[in-house]
């Protein structure tokens, strides 16, 4: 049951039990005197209870008063509708509250991901603009996040990447053609201190709050590349003996 439903219920039953918003009650042939004392002066009695003087011999002195039993009828409903609006409220502070906490709890579980992730990841607007970038992309490229959050993503590149890449964002907005979102390749990155080295990029778009994200996972792989050419190099020594 809903908000207004209580309250609606609430007002009328508080309207019904207002002095001066009473219904009128009318029985046969019955009107209703106050009780005279032998005292020279008129005392009248508690209301619930008034002399009743009917030609029916049945109703008997000390008749309880109808209209004050429904009023008192009326402020008992008043006091349920109360007490299931407060339910109502209650439980829905719980409910929120349960939702709220689920909700902190997964992001707490996301961001607990992104910082232990051994590669880096890193997430740029429509612009080029780099959002966030985690713990390992900062070790990766050497820079700290505050260091690299809202500037332009090609900062990590050397060229001809770095003049390429808002071209890149650019015509796949426009055309919707792909280049390497959805395509793993291999490229060059570019570290504060201007050394470049290889690296794994895999890049990724989503639709975030109707904004295009593009998230790119980074894997320096400078240690796989070395060993690869310290093989050939041992390779080309034996064919040559």
């Known amino acids: 049951m809903k908000a207004p439903i209580f309250l609606s219920i609430l007002i009328l039953a508080l309207h019904l039990a207002t002095p001066g ?40 002195a000390g008749t309880p008063n109808i209209e004050t ?43 607990t991901i992104l910082e232990n992730m051994v590669d880096g990841v890193i997430t740029i607007d429509k612009q080029g603009i780099i959002q966030s970038i985690n713990p390992a992309g900062e070790r990766i490229f050497g820079y700290s996040a505050s260091e690299v959050t809202g500037k332009n993503v090609n900062i ?48 990724s778009e989503v639709q975030f709050r109707g904004k295009h994200i593009f998230s790119g996972i980074v894997r320096d792989i400078s240690e796989r590349i070395d060993a690869e050419q310290a093989l050939e190099e041992s390779a080309h020594r034996l064919q040559t003996l």
């Open 21 to 60: 918003a009473s219904f009128a009650i009318q029985t046969e042939h019955r009107s209703h005197t106050w009780v005279k004392t032998s005292t020279a002066s008129s005392v009248q009695p508690p209301a619930l209870f008034r002399t009743s003087q009917s030609s029916n011999p049945g109703i008997l």
């Open 69 to 111: 039993g429904s009023r008192l009828s009326m402020l008992v409903i008043a006091g349920l509708g109360i007490l299931l609006l407060l339910s109502w409220f209650f439980i829905f502070r719980l409910r929120k509250q349960a939702g709220k906490s689920d909700q902190d709890s997964h992001h707490a579980w996301q961001s």
């Open 156 to 203: 990590l590149m050397p060229e001809p990447y770095k003049s390429e890449h808002d071209i890149f964002i650019r015509n796949y907005l426009d055309t919707g053609h792909k280049r390497i979102i959805g395509i793993g390749r291999e490229v060059i990155g570019l570290r504060k201190d201007g050394s470049t080295f290889p690296m794994d990029l895999a890049v």
